[in-house]
């Protein structure tokens, strides 16, 4: 299954965000019909899947894929994988889309759409044709059932939405629950998502489009529940499991006793990662450490693990990274920032503003930026300290830029920061590793790299719901003065032991090998993960023991199973 080869559409829809909507939109609706897989050739040679999808028996496991937003490429092509698949292994499968009803979703940003024009018009016909018809004629071509929102949710409904989305005070919003689906705050996130910012502005567009998603969140709920009384259904996966529509049709689902399972690309190339339940920024938080801690250990999977995280500096070896080539050089780095690695240095790691705000519980402090503010003035007070700031590079190389950019939101308690506070600004080029090894200890809030930093011995504090928390590898605040007690004790005497060195690297050796799981097929050709393509020939290569990671998934969505890959096994099979 070849697509066409292309360069990053989001940068290319960018490019175009100036141009004439119309021209625009015809462009997007060229681009994804050549990029939704081409399912028609693969089928045709697998007897096998025909005759399955044939077989209506009632007591087939019924599965809804909920995808909803077809202009998400990486979804479509992951999901009409697993329908494929589920289809072979015996299940009924069922497909959710939007077909426009929505007033707005998450594949709408102001990166794409003129601010005060989207709050009066909302995405455009031709934005919502191009995102619904390529994903609905390739469901279609599967043979699988594939449901609409204006089929599930008629006029009057429709209107009620509107009604109540146009009625609830502004304030209200963000707490609004209507039986249990938290329909408030999912249009509050698609909201921030929207503008890129860890909270609205106070003004006429952003309470428009916050009401557009309150609106989006109301008819994804009716839709969903719909779907559900008319067909019932025992399992329902879907990407993302946040934001307008994932996150309420999530709520739904588990309101209703349907099991959900929710999936996202990898950092590495050609895995996704599933959890249970939930979204997988939420259940890592919680998932039982004897899931890892009585995995074999040997020093091959050791050096296997230091070799992959060596290669995260540059992103070699990976989907998803934000500095391809970065300067790891000291010397580098102490010029451009000013910092003195002679004398002790604590680093200090951010994620963007928006992006913390949605995916991460707060722990110690009610938000990142409190945490941020409270450890500069910490700081200022320490001058025997250095603290070296590194603002995520994904402010301004992420799908979403942040508009609410993190030195902007520092300088308003901060004009000018301490002498011995220094920054490296998100576009640099300098090496974020390379810069923390060479600090006493690193501060982090929700970042996933607070896994690697340790996994090298670094010691790591953690202040928010970094998923490293709570694991016995890091120090973990629980509330500001504790953080503060924390902060007393800097510098460290040194390094992690060699005991808590060998958890850390347990752990991430679980995060990055067994918890995402590969995916043989996929083209890792590509840097963008929406841009990768599916290497089949027949659709029987998707069938059972054919590929341990799609049995690893598929077992898991019907059967409730561990997403874990056994990584540690197939490597010591290999040796073998």
């Known amino acids: 299954m070849k697509g066409v080869p292309a360069s990053s559409l989001v940068r290319r829809l960018r490019s175009r965000v ?16 050549a990029r939704q897989p081409s399912w028609d050739d693969v089928l045709a040679r697998s007897p096998s899947f025909q005759a399955a999808r044939a077989d209506r028996s009632p007591a087939k496991t019924k599965v809804l894929v909920a995808t909803v937003g077809g202009g998400y490429v990486a979804g479509t092509r992951v999901e009409s994988l697993v329908a494929v698949a589920l289809t072979l292994r015996g299940a009924d499968v069922h497909v959710l889309l939007c077909d426009g009803a929505m007033p707005a979703c998450y594949q709408c940003t102001s990166d794409f759409y003129d601010e005060k024009r989207f709050a009066v018009t909302g995405p455009t016909a031709g934005y919502c044709r191009a995102c619904f018809e390529p994903a609905h004629d390739m469901y279609s071509s599967l043979g699988v059932p594939v449901h609409r929102y204006r089929e599930l949710v008629g006029p009057a409904v429709a209107e009620e939405c509107r009604r109540l989305a146009a009625d609830v005070p502004a304030s209200e919003i963000p707490d609004l629950v209507l039986d249990g689906v938290h329909v408030g705050e999912h249009a509050q996130a698609g909201a921030l998502r929207f503008f890129g910012r860890a909270q609205l502005r106070d003004d006429a567009e952003s309470e428009i489009v916050l009401r557009r998603y309150l609106e989006a969140a109301l008819l994804t709920r009716a839709a969903t529940e719909r779907l559900v009384d008319d067909v019932g259904f025992d399992v329902a996966v879907f990407h993302h499991g946040i ?25 590495r190339k050609s895995r996704v990662l599933l959890s249970h339940g939930d979204t997988y920024h939420h259940t890592l938080l919680s998932e039982p450490t004897e899931t890892w801690e009585t995995m074999r250990w040997s020093s091959e999977l050791d050096a296997e693990l230091m070799d992959y995280l060596r290669s995260r500096w540059s992103g070699a070896n990976d989907w998803v990274s934000f500095n391809r080539q970065p300067k790891a050089d000291l010397d580098a780095i102490q010029a451009e920032t000013g ?10 790691l951010t994620n963007v503003m928006w992006d913390a705000q949605l995916h991460y519980r707060a722990n110690a402090f009610p938000s990142m930026l409190h945490w941020a503010r409270t450890t500069i003035a910490y700081f200022a007070r320490r001058p025997d300290l250095q603290l070296l700031i590194r ?24 004009p000018t920061l301490p002498p011995n506070v220094h920054v490296i600004p998100p576009e640099s080029k300098l090496s974020t590793y390379a810069a923390m090894q060479a600090c006493n200890a690193v501060l982090i809030y929700g970042t996933k790299t607070g896994v690697e930093l340790s996994a090298m011995g670094i010691p ?14 890091t120090l973990d605040a629980e509330s500001e003065d504790a953080y503060l007690a ?13 005991d808590v060195v060998e958890r850390a690297r347990r752990y991430a050796y679980h995060f990055f090998f ?26 029987e290569q998707l069938r059972p023991g054919s590929s341990l990671g799609l049995d690893v998934i598929c077992d898991g969505i019907l059967t409730g199973s561990p997403f874990v890959y056994p990584a540690e096994e197939v490597a010591l099979a290999v040796r073998r």
């Not at 100036?18 to 019909?33: E, F, G, K, S």
């Not at 910092?339 to 200090?348: H, N, W």
């Open 391 to 414: 603002v995520h590079p994904a402010e301004i190389t992420g799908y979403v830029r942040s508009k609410q950019p993190f030195l902007e939101a520092i300088a308003e308690a901060f």
């Open 486 to 498: 924390i902060l007393d004790r800097l510098p460290l005497a040194g390094r992690l032991p060699d």
């Open 460 to 473: 790591v504090v953690v202040a928010g719901e970094a998923w490293v928390r709570n694991k016995g590898i």
């Open 18 to 33: 100036a141009a004439n909507p119309y021209v625009r939109d015809r462009w997007l609706l060229r681009q994804l019909r």
């Open 514 to 539: 067994r918890r995402m799981i590969p995916l043989d097929f996929a083209d890792d050709t590509f840097v963008a993960a929406h841009e990768f393509r599916w290497q089949l020939e027949t659709a």
């Open 243 to 267: 934001y307008v529509p994932q996150g309420v049709v999530g709520d739904v689902l588990r309101r209703r006793h349907v099991r959900v399972v929710n999936w996202d690309v990898a950092y």
């Open 339 to 348: 910092v003195d690695f002679s004398k002790p240095c604590i680093g200090m």
